[in-house]
């Protein structure tokens, strides 16, 4: 879980990085097709992101709520259901 975390958290910060890349090119006025591309990679670090606490939230919430029991069941899979929702949207 610990391994997890820093995973996720490192990649935030390069996520972070690019962000403030992205920013500086437009304060550079760099072109726009490039500023497009670097906007697409983070949309893509973004979801690397997404995956991983995904992966997480089932990995850990999604098996307790499996060894807990149907309620538990049912609405850790409402919950995941609904992220996913969110993800798509």
């Known amino acids: ?6 995973r996720t958290l490192d990649r935030l910060s390069r996520l972070e990085g690019q962000v403030r890349g992205v920013a500086r090119m437009v304060e550079e006025d760099r072109y726009c097709v490039d500023i497009l591309a670097q906007t697409a990679a983070v949309r893509s670090a973004l979801r690397a992101v997404e995956r991983l606490v995904l992966e997480n939230h089932a990995r850990h919430c999604v098996e307790e709520a499996i060894a807990e029991g149907p309620d538990a069941q049912r609405e850790k899979f409402n919950e995941l259901i609904a992220l996913l929702q969110k993800a798509q949207g």
């Open 1 to 6: 879980m610990k391994q997890d975390k820093q």
